[in-house]
């Protein structure tokens, strides 16, 4: 029995990662009895072991609310969560678009971060309705007329009427039921017996049912037994079950307009479950498609390597795995002189590069090596062709080239006032161009455009140095620029090292090329002659440093006992041997291409 | 000079107790706490029967007590070490019979020379007093230099032991310390850099920050330094820290741990080696560590022994046998074990002119002794 859509709520929350998002929505389940004290864990919702530790939301996740209001009346409510992250704001995006409201929190005591701008900029843009909500309330340094002013400057949306409450402490959660049965709308009440239309908000997969579908019905009735279509696709499925969270998996009979759900159908892979795709019925399919979603695109690249060789093959079995459940990320097989077999790999920003290497550490149990991030050029030959090029290595002859473009982006910084100076030298340092400069209380945002290939690279740990930690970071891509681009080669002893390599703005290429050479000097082993460690541009080079000669190396005892000793030393180094590269006669140790690319400075 | 011939035979007996530790080592030492050390002795010399049955009938071409500090031995337990020694095995006559002897026990050393000892090398360590403390020595440099100067008096051959290379020293002081203790015209000097090794007090200091060993630069130009003085004073540098006046002064007895030569390990912690691949196999062995193990264990039949593979003889070869001048015996080493040097590594090192070598012998060029370790490394077969 479906619910009349008029006593459904669709709503997500956004906030800042740390203003309370996950704390509000474990206390809303808590206080609709979706699970009892014993079954509640912390932050229910994020439920991935990496997600929970760094407090961030990856993959949307959905539970349905039964709340009596305290006018008497019965309501469904479906929160659906959303990631935080700039890297995901296409996920954001999807989930938004299934909702018509959303409450945005916002800590009493910070007040408004980057993210909360992406994201609230976002539900604006789906035309969501937003409730503004103040959480804890109860801290010392809460300052709420502070904060409404802000929201109300910054944002530009009204805040007289912002709830006050503590997540953590539970006061003012039953005035967040109440504004979301009486502030947000109902979704349109689409007729049940109509053709199924459905949008299918996003998919994953679950070991044991195969690919989940949450789905938002739009029109018509979902049940158990009925064979779909996916109209994007073609497929035709039949549903093997149909059900809502709460948050663990129900089954129910059917869900109609206006609800919230999943379905499985045996679908086999992530990628034919399309997130965006309209489901409807096979045999009384619905005359049009819903608008979906334009397809993530990655932006960010990088080679993963196995630091063990052997584990090449384990390597290839978890990315494919990893690739099932996440349409956003690509990959294909590289080699390096360096680093063996490998893959190319592409995210949707830095944190899902992260993510993702973490998880194949983590989850699969496989040691890598992540060279330089590297974004996307487009390079126009002198013969008219473009290419794209995101892996250094691939860059063609430079006099077959016309013009190189990078792409560009729009990032908004948050900072306290005091650290100002050091984020615009930042900025100014990593080619950017200033486009706003404005105050709200005693925070600056600044807007600038930026290259990508200068934020991919340290630029997120050098503004949390600069700002102590105080500011809070977005962006959006906005278009490939031309600029006088370089590939910087770096040669150890004279011969190239291709993991190394990079592709470089020229007024940018001798620092960076001094920085790889100094980080260098110091993680390769000296050897017993010294060792040039160059930065070059085609033939030129643009930095050096010398690695001098070991002095010694020597044990001055040495005795019968020794013997064993010195072969079980023996047997540990030619181990070591085999985690080295050799470069001609220089060997570099594995961890020392781990260090110099990672993207932290120092 | 003679070259010992494979029946050569030693005998190493480990004494491990100590008045007092010191900080930097790491051998297997206890501190006599006025135990009685008749059990230990006993168990010596039941040992020393079993492994007669290993050796079978071979003559001893040297007997060597190492420690801890064997100059604490009682001087009649040394005689009965070597009459035992004598009757199991036999001594060849100009056997060595070597200890080495801490100073502050240079009144007993005329008794133990009585014993049967014909080379004692005397701990001199430093010839500074604030240095001998620092090294956690129980004499000063006095003790040390008549120490030196009873042993010369009571044998021919005698070493002088120096510990360079110390946190504090500089080249200069080095230089002071090395020249006095040539111009008493020793004719054997053992000269070691202090090594921090693991598990010592002073890796515990230096991981504290109280203890800043020498930068490299400086430990490679001391060493560099005793090169040229000792070779100066008329004193070969035979092995990487230790120089000697002519063959004869040369110690036989490390000879066998350099050119891979049979030896006995008699006492707690002991190795010892014997035969090769190309005899059934070459024999390794250790004794257990502590002296209460030792003790109990020397009333049992022998057990531990173990069979080296002929790589890993190889490799022990190739890692003891670079450091001394005359090199590595390729032709030896290989119809011994049937392995060789590794060739590839041998082209580079040659061509970089830190070994000379032909089809016959591998030695360290004057530029690779400070590499020894590392070029050992390089050299030693892999599979």
């Known amino acids: 029995m479906s619910t009349n859509p008029a006593n459904i709520r669709n709503f997500s929350i ?59 009346e019965k309501y469904v409510l479906n929160l659906i969560d959303t990631p935080g992250h700039v890297d995901f704001a296409y996920e954001v995006s999807r989930s938004l678009s299934a909702c018509e409201g959303a409450l945005l929190v916002v800590d009493a005591a910070q007040g408004v971060e980057a993210q909360t701008l992406a994201n609230v900029y976002a539900a604006i843009e789906v035309d969501l309705e937003i409730v503004p909500v103040l959480n804890k309330i109860d801290l010392p340094a809460a300052e709420p007329d502070r904060v409404r002013a802000q929201i109300e400057d910054v944002i530009g949306i009204e805040a007289h009427d912002a709830l006050e409450i503590s ?35 996003d998919s994953w997969y679950d ?152 998880r194949l550490e983590r989850e699969y149990d496989v040691d890598l090596i992540t060279t330089a991030p590297s974004v996307i050029y487009k390079i126009k030959m002198t013969d008219g062709e ?31 006032d005091e650290y100002l100076g050091g984020v615009l030298k930042l900025c100014e340092d990593r080619r950017g161009i200033q486009k706003e400069l404005t ?97 070059a541009i085609g033939g030129r080079v643009i930095a050096r440093e010398t690695l001098s000669a070991l002095r010694k190396d020597v044990t001055a005892k040495c005795y019968g006992g020794d013997a064993s000793r010195k072969r079980k030393l023996l047997d540990k180094q030619k181990a070591g041997k085999k985690k080295m590269r050799q470069f001609g006669r220089v060997e570099i140790p594995q961890e020392a291409f781990i260090a110099a690319l990672k993207m932290d400075g120092d | 000079m003679s070259i010992s011939s494979p029946a050569a035979l030693g005998l190493y007996i480990h004494w491990p107790y100590c008045a007092r530790i010191c900080p930097y080592c790491d051998f297997n030492v206890y501190k006599a706490r006025g135990a009685d050390s008749a059990p230990l002795v006993e168990a010596l010399l039941a040992d020393m029967a079993r492994w007669r049955e290993v050796t079978g009938p071979r003559a001893l071409t040297s007997v060597h007590f190492g420690g801890g500090t064997p100059s604490l031995m009682e001087a009649r337990d040394i005689a009965r070490v070597l009459e035992t020694a004598e009757t199991l095995w036999g001594l060849e006559p100009d056997a060595e019979l070597g200890l080495e002897a801490n100073p502050a026990e240079r009144a007993r050393l005329a008794d133990i020379v009585s014993a049967g000892i014909n080379r004692l090398s005397v701990g001199v360590q430093s010839l500074d007093d604030a240095a001998l403390a620092r090294l956690g020595r129980d004499h000063d440099a006095r003790a040390g230099l008549d120490a030196l100067e009873i042993a010369r008096s009571l044998v021919a051959r005698v070493s002088a032991d120096l510990i360079y290379a110390r946190h504090g020293q500089s080249l200069k002081d080095w230089e002071g310390e090395l020249a006095a203790v040539l111009a008493l015209g020793v004719d054997h000097l053992s000269a070691y850099q202090l090594t921090i090794e693991d ?102 039949p022998l057990c531990g022994l173990e069979r080296l593979s002929a790589l890993e003889e190889a490799q022990e070869r190739v890692l003891m046998g670079l450091r001394i001048i005359d090199g590595l015996d390729r032709t030896r080493l290989r119809s011994l074990t049937g392995h060789d040097i590794d060739a590839n590594a041998a082209q580079a090192l040659h061509d970089d002119g830190l070994i000379a070598m032909d089809a016959a012998r591998v030695r360290l060029a004057q530029q690779g002794r400070l590499y020894a370790d590392r070029i050992a490394t390089m050299l030693a077969p892999d599979g």
């Open chain 1, 14 to 72: 956004v906030a800042h990662i740390d203003h309370g998002k996950s704390t509000l929505a474990d206390r809303l389940i808590q206080v609709t009895g979706g699970l009892t004290e014993r079954e509640m864990k912390e932050q229910v919702l994020d439920n991935m072991e990496l997600e929970r530790e760094r407090g961030i939301t990856i993959k949307a996740q959905t539970v349905r609310l039964d709340y009596t209001a305290r006018n008497g």
């Open chain 1, 167 to 201: 997540a953590k402490t539970g006061l003012g959660i039953e005035d967040v039921l109440e504004a979301i049965v009486h502030r947000l709308p109902a979704p349109p009440a689409g007729d049940p017996d109509a053709p199924l239309k459905a949008l299918l908000v």
């Open chain 1, 207 to 358: 070991a044991y049912l195969g690919v989940i579908c949450l789905v938002r019905i739009h029109e018509g009735t979902l049940k158990k037994g009925m064979r779909v279509r996916l109209m994007g696709t073609g497929a035709n499925y039949n549903v093997d079950g149909v059900g809502v969270f709460r948050p663990t998996k129900i089954n129910v009979d059917s869900l109609g307009p206006g609800e919230i759900g999943f379905l499985n159908a045996s679908i086999k892979q992530v990628r034919d479950a399309r997130v965006g795709d309209t489901i409807t019925e096979e045999k009384r399919p619905t005359s049009s498609m819903l608008p979906g979603f334009k397809p993530a695109i990655p932006v960010v690249f990088c080679g993963l390597f196995p630091v063990d060789a052997n584990d090449f093959e384990d390597l290839r079995d978890a990315v494919e795995r990893l690739a099932l459940n996440d349409a956003s990320f690509s990959f294909e097989m590289e080699t390096s002189a360096a680093l063996g077999f490998g893959f190319r790999c592409g995210f949707l920003g830095l944190l899902h590069l992260e993510v993702i290497r973490e």
């Open chain 1, 386 to 416: 473009v290419i794209d090029l995101h892996n250094p290595a691939d860059m063609p002859d430079p006099v077959r080239i016309d013009t190189i473009a990078e792409p560009w982006i729009k990032a908004t910084i948050l900072v306290p």
């Open chain 1, 439 to 535: 105050y709200a209380g005693s925070r600056a945002m600044l807007v600038y455009e930026l290259p990508l290939n200068e934020v991919v690279f340290d630029f997120y740990d050098r503004l949390k140095s600069v700002t102590k930690g105080y500011a809070s970071f977005d962006y959006q891509f906005i278009e490939h620029r031309e600029g006088d681009l370089v590939k910087m080669s770096i040669l150890v002893n004279e011969e190239p090292v291709d993991a190394l390599s990079m592709i470089v703005h020229r007024a940018r290429a001798e620092m960076r090329g001094r920085g790889m050479c100094e980080k260098l000097k110091d993680l390769i082993p000296r050897h017993m002659f010294k060792i040039p460690i160059q930065a």
């Open chain 2, 199 to 300: 598990g010592t007090a002073f890796a515990r200091q230096v991981k504290r920050g109280t203890l800043v060993p020498p930068p490299e630069e400086l430990a490679a130009d001391m060493f560099e330094l005793t090169q040229g003085l000792t070779g100066a004073a008329g004193l070969e540098a035979y092995e990487i820290s230790n120089h000697a006046r002519g063959d004869a002064h040369r110690s036989r007895h490390n000879r066998l741990y350099w050119t891979g030569g049979d030896w006995i390990g008699i006492g707690p912690g002991a190795h010892g080696r014997i035969a090769s691949h190309a005899a059934g196999g070459r024999i390794a062995h250790a004794a257990p560590l502590r002296p209460a193990d030792y003790i109990a264990a020397s009333g049992q």
